[in-house]
């Protein structure tokens, strides 16, 4: 199981950002994949979840109605669509599989840093 995360950078307060998951090594459209961060000193925090087949999505309450996460199955990759962006978002981000939402996942991509600043 390989999934790798990219996009990340530095965005301004309200800005957009599209963060991808590229996976491989495993059947992608039988898998629910998440997104979680971690911001310095913090946790790691489950974001979102997209269901194998794209149809069913859900998100934590920090980021509802700020973030998306729509899955391409041909391509193999799982996006995180962020809009509206504070400095709180600040953090790595994550792409993982097999998660619950406490943040404990079994497999786990290489992250994303994602800095927002003026």
């Known amino acids: 199981v390989q999934l790798q995360a990219s996009g990340g950078g530095l965005v301004q307060p309200g800005g957009s950002l599209r963060l991808s998951c590229a996976a491989s090594g495993f059947a992608f459209s039988s898998h629910w994949i998440h997104w979680l961060r971690q911001a310095p000193g913090s946790p790691f925090e489950w974001l979102s979840e997209?269901?194998?087949?794209?149809?069913?999505?859900s998100y934590a309450d920090s980021v509802k109605g700020r973030f998306t996460i729509p899955r391409d199955n041909a391509k193999n990759t799982v996006y995180l669509q962020m809009s509206d962006l504070k400095p709180d978002d600040t953090a790595r981000y994550y792409c993982a599989r097999d998660c619950n939402r406490l943040g404990y996942c079994a497999h786990w991509g290489q992250g994303t840093l994602v800095t927002v600043s003026s």
């Open positions: 997209v269901s194998g087949d794209g149809t069913t999505a």
